[in-house]
C-alpha cells in the first residue's frame, strides 16, 4: 500500500511497518533508460534539474512496484520494484546484514582445520574453486593453497587469478632470500612480530600471497597469523576504552630504509590502529606496525600514558597464545592473508630461505569476490525461466 504526502511517499509493507521515501529521492533514483544508463550503469537524470519542491502527479502499486508518474513536458513514469525499495528503504534504516558474509573470528584453535584449498580448485577454469578460494578469504581473513608446484611461475599465475598484482616499492612479483636486498626487517632472518604491511600507504595492500619455495641447511622461519577481528572482539568487550583510543588515535608511519623512496601515507597524522564503517560502525580495517610507527607528536599531554597503556593491552592480546596460530609452512602450501585484517609474522631462522609472493589491491580482490557471487549466488529466474546473468539496474548494490 502507498499514500502520498505533501513531501514524501509512505509504503506500508504489513500494518505494522512502514518506509518513507522522499519525492525528491524517488525521482533522482529513477532508473527508466532515460535516467539512468542500462548497460554503464551510470546516472543520466540531471539531478539539478529536479524541483526541489517536486511532488508527483500520482502514485500507484503495482505488482512488480510502485509507479510514480512526475510532471513534466511530458510526463515521466518510473517504477521501483518493490523489493529495491524494501532493501534501499532509509526511513526507518533497515539493517542491510547478510550473516553468510559475517566474520568467523578464530584464535590459536584454527590450527585443527585452517581454511584451505587445492591448487586445483583455484586454477579450474569454471571457477568454482576460485570463488570457494575467495569466500574463504573473505570470512576467515587468511585460506591456505595446497598442492601448489612449487615454483615463482605457478605462484604468480596462482596469485593472477584473483587480479593483477599491486606493484610497489618492493617490486611487482617478488622471489626473495634474506640478503637486505631492499631495506626492511622483511629481508632478514630476524623474527618479525604480528603486523600488518605498508601501515605508511594511504591505502595498505589488500591481499598477500606468500609461497616458501625453498629451505635448506636450517630450521625456524614458522609463520605467524592473528585475527585483528577476534582480538579486536576481545578488547571491546574487556577493555572498551581501550577500544576507543585505538579507534580514535591516528598513527604516523614511514618506509624510509631506502634513500630513494619515503613513504608516508596521506594524511602525514596517519590513520588510527582501528578503523570503522561510518554507517554501520562495523571494524573494517587494522593496521599495525610498531616498528614503522613514527614520531607520535600530535598527542594531547593528558593522553600520552593513556596512549601508551592502549597499544600495551594490544600488544599482550595479539601475543597472548590464544590469539596466535602458528606453521610452519612448507613448499607446495601458499598462504593468502587479507592484510586489512589479519596480522602476520615469524620466528627467526638460519640457512637459506627463498620465498615468493605478491600483494593484490583490496578493490580488485572485492570487486572479483562480487563478480564469481553474481555468477555463483545470484542467479535468478527470468519469466521465460532462463537464468539472468546481466546485472541489473536494481542490483541492491547500485
Ligand atoms: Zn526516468
Known amino acids: 500500500m502507498a499514500s502520498m504526502g505533501d513531501r514524501k511517499v509512505a509504503i506500508g509493507w504489513d500494518t505494522r511497518t512502514w518506509s518513507r521515501f522522499h519525492h525528491i529521492w524517488l525521482r533522482d533514483h529513477c532508473r527508466c533508460p532515460k535516467c539512468f544508463h542500462p548497460i554503464t550503469k551510470q546516472r543520466l537524470v540531471n539531478t539539478f534539474e529536479i524541483s526541489p519542491a517536486i511532488k508527483p502527479i500520482h502514485v500507484q502499486s503495482k505488482a512488480d512496484g510502485l509507479q510514480v508518474t512526475w510532471p513534466d513536458v511530458e510526463p515521466h513514469v518510473s517504477l521501483y520494484p518493490w523489493s529495491w525499495l524494501q532493501t534501499n528503504s532509509y526511513d526507518p534504516l533497515v539493517k542491510r546484514h547478510d550473516s553468510s558474509k559475517e566474520p568467523v573470528l578464530w584464535g590459536a584453535k584454527i590450527e585443527k582445520a585452517p581454511p584451505s584449498v587445492t591448487y586445483e580448485e583455484a586454477m579450474t577454469v569454471d571457477d568454482r574453486g576460485l570463488y570457494k578460494w575467495l569466500k574463504k578469504i573473505d570470512r576467515f581473513g587468511f585460506c591456505l593453497v595446497s598442492g601448489v608446484p612449487p615454483t615463482a611461475e605457478a ?82 568487550e574487556l577493555h572498551p576504552e581501550v577500544y576507543e583510543t585505538l579507534s580514535r588515535v591516528s598513527v604516523p608511519s614511514h618506509a624510509a630504509g631506502e634513500a630513494s623512496e619515503f613513504f608516508r601515507p596521506s594524511p602525514a597524522s596517519g590513520f588510527p590502529v582501528l578503523s570503522h564503517d561510518n554507517v554501520t560502525g562495523e571494524l573494517t580495517k587494522v593496521r599495525w606496525n610498531n616498528d614503522d610507527r613514527s614520531v607520535m607528536n600530535a598527542l594531547e599531554p593528558s593522553a600520552v600514558d593513556e596512549w601508551y597503556n592502549a597499544i600495551r593491552t594490544w600488544n599482550r592480546l595479539i601475543t597472548s597464545p590464544d590469539s596466535e596460530y602458528w606453521t610452519q609452512l612448507t613448499p607446495g602450501t601458499v598462504v593468502v592473508i587479507n592484510n586489512h585484517r589479519v596480522l602476520h609474522g615469524r620466528s627467526a631462522f638460519d640457512g637459506n630461505r627463498r620465498m615468493c609472493g605478491a600483494y593484490i589491491g583490496m578493490d580488485e580482490y572485492r570487486s572479483k569476490l562480487a563478480v564469481l557471487g553474481e555468477k555463483f549466488a545470484k542467479t535468478r529466474a527470468s519469466p521465460s525461466g532462463l537464468s539472468i546473468q546481466e546485472r541489473s539496474v536494481w542490483d541492491p548494490a547500485l
Open 155 to 236: 605462484t604468480e599465475e596462482l596469485a593472477k587469478r584473483i587480479s593483477f598484482i599491486r606493484e610497489t616499492q618492493y617490486g611487482k612479483f617478488w622471489d626473495f632470500t634474506a640478503d637486505l636486498a631492499k631495506g626492511d626487517m622483511a629481508y632478514t632472518t630476524l623474527a618479525l612480530g604480528a603486523h600488518t604491511d605498508n601501515t605508511y600507504f594511504t591505502d595498505p595492500c589488500g591481499l598477500q600471497i606468500f609461497h616458501l619455495l625453498s629451505h635448506t641447511e636450517g630450521t625456524g622461519g614458522a609463520t605467524l597469523l592473528v585475527d585483528g577481528f577476534y582480538v579486536a572482539s576481545i578488547m571491546k
